[in-house]
C-alpha cells in the first residue's frame, strides 16, 4: 500500500506527493494553500480510487477536509494534474480554474467517449511516422488513462493572466503555453511560483508536439521562460520532483541543450526522413529499441517540436504527406546551424 506524504515547504503551503501508480514519473506534487479561512490546491492526481484514498489521508493530516477546499487551479490538462478536479468539485462545491485551450482540450478526452482526441491522437501518430506496436500502445494507453478523469463542465475557463483572490491575498494566473497550448503557472503573494510541467530539475525543456499542443512548443516554452525569469519568485514549485533553487541557470541549460539537439536533427535531414526515421537515428546515443514505449513518444514529440522550429527558420521544408517528409532548404544556412550546435 503506497501514501501521500503532506510537507511544509512555506508558511501556509504544502506540498502533497502523490504516488501514482504506472505513471511514467511516479508521482505528483499538489500543493496546499491555506490563506485565513480559505483553502486552495494547485494540481490534482488522478482519479483512481486507491490514489484518492491516499490523497484524502494526506490532506486530513494537515487538517484539511475535502469540503473545506474552495479553489482548484489546474496548471493543464493531463490526467495526472487534474483527473480528480471534477471529482474533487462535486464533494466541496470548489471553483475551479483552467486556460480555455486546456479546458476545452481536456473535455475532448471525455465526450463521445473520447472520439475527438482519439482521433487527433491517430493523426498525430501518422504525421510524425509512429510504426503500428508504438501506435496501437498510445491508443491504448489513452483509453486506459480516460478512466481516471471526468469531463469539466462548470470550471472557469482563464483567457489570460488573471488575479485570484484567496484569504489576504492573491493567485496571480500566468499563461505559460509550451508544455501543452493551454499550460498555466500560478504566482502565489508574488513569491511563490506553482510551475506545473513546464520546468524540472532535471531532462531537457518540456516542450514536445501532441495530439492538440502549442503551433510552435519550444518557441512558446523561450518566451514563457523569459517572462517567469523576470518575476523574481524565490520558489519555483513544479508538478513533479523538487523545488528549483535556480530558475535562469535551468533555463540557459535548456537553451544550450535544445542548440544542440536542433544542429543534430538539421543534420539528419541531409536526407528526406519522417519524424520517426530522425528520431530512431538521434536516439541520444542509446539503441532506440532500449526505450520505453511512453520515451519514444516523448522523444518523437521533441524531434517534431524542433523540426517545425527549423521550419519557421527555413532552413528545412516538409512535404505533407502521411508521414510528413522533411528535407534540408538551403545548405549555406544549414552549416551555419549545424557550426551554431557543435559551438554550443
Not at 40 to 65: C, F, G, K, Q
Not at 172 to 198: C, K, N, V
Request: proline residues 3%.
Amino acid at each position: 500500500m503506497f501514501k501521500s506524504t503532506a510537507t511544509a515547504i512555506a508558511e501556509d503551503v504544502w506540498k502533497v506527493e502523490c504516488p501514482l501508480p504506472g505513471h511514467s514519473i511516479g508521482h505528483l506534487n499538489s500543493y496546499v494553500i491555506k490563506d485565513g479561512n480559505t483553502v486552495a490546491v494547485v494540481d490534482l492526481p488522478w482519479s483512481s480510487e486507491e490514489v484518492l484514498t491516499s490523497y484524502t489521508e494526506a490532506l486530513a493530516s494537515i487538517s484539511v477536509n475535502l469540503a473545506d477546499i474552495e479553489l482548484i487551479l489546474l496548471t493543464h490538462y493531463h490526467e495526472d494534474h487534474a483527473g480528480a478536479a471534477s471529482w474533487l468539485q462535486k464533494l466541496s462545491s470548489a471553483t475551479v480554474y483552467m486556460s480555455i485551450e486546456d479546458l476545452e482540450t481536456m473535455n475532448s478526452r471525455y465526450r463521445n467517449n473520447g472520439a475527438v482526441f482519439e482521433n487527433a491522437l491517430k493523426d498525430w501518430l501518422s504525421v510524425v511516422g509512429a510504426d503500428t506496436e508504438l501506435s496501437e500502445f498510445a491508443v491504448a494507453q489513452f483509453r486506459e488513462l480516460k478512466q481516471y478523469g471526468e469531463e469539466l463542465p462548470n470550471a472557469v475557463a482563464l483567457t489570460g493572466e488573471t488575479d485570484i483572490r484567496i484569504g489576504r491575498n492573491s493567485i496571480r494566473a500566468i499563461p505559460a503555453p509550451g508544455h501543452t497550448a493551454g499550460h498555466f503557472m500560478y504566482l502565489y503573494d508574488e513569491q511563490i511560483l506553482f510551475s506545473g510541467d513546464h520546468i524540472f530539475t532535471w531532462g531537457t525543456a518540456n516542450a514536445t508536439t501532441r495530439p492538440i499542443s502549442a503551433t510552435l512548443p519550444f518557441s512558446s516554452h523561450a518566451e514563457t521562460s523569459t517572462k517567469i525569469s523576470k518575476l523574481g519568485a524565490r520558489k519555483i514549485l513544479p508538478g513533479h520532483g523538487e523545488a528549483l533553487d535556480d530558475f535562469r541557470m535551468r533555463v540557459a541549460e535548456f537553451q544550450k541543450q535544445n542548440s544542440v539537439r536542433s544542429a543534430e536533427i538539421l543534420e539528419h535531414c541531409s536526407e528526406p526522413k519522417s519524424v520517426w526515421d530522425i528520431a530512431v537515428e538521434g536516439s541520444h546515443g542509446r539503441t532506440w529499441e532500449r526505450f520505453s514505449p511512453n520515451s519514444k513518444l516523448s522523444i518523437l514529440g521533441e524531434t517534431h517540436a524542433h523540426l517545425l522550429e527549423l521550419e519557421k527558420e527555413g532552413l528545412i521544408e516538409r512535404l505533407d504527406v502521411a508521414p510528413h517528409i522533411w528535407f534540408q532548404t538551403s545548405i549555406t544556412k544549414t552549416k551555419e546551424k549545424i557550426k551554431e550546435g557543435i559551438e554550443n
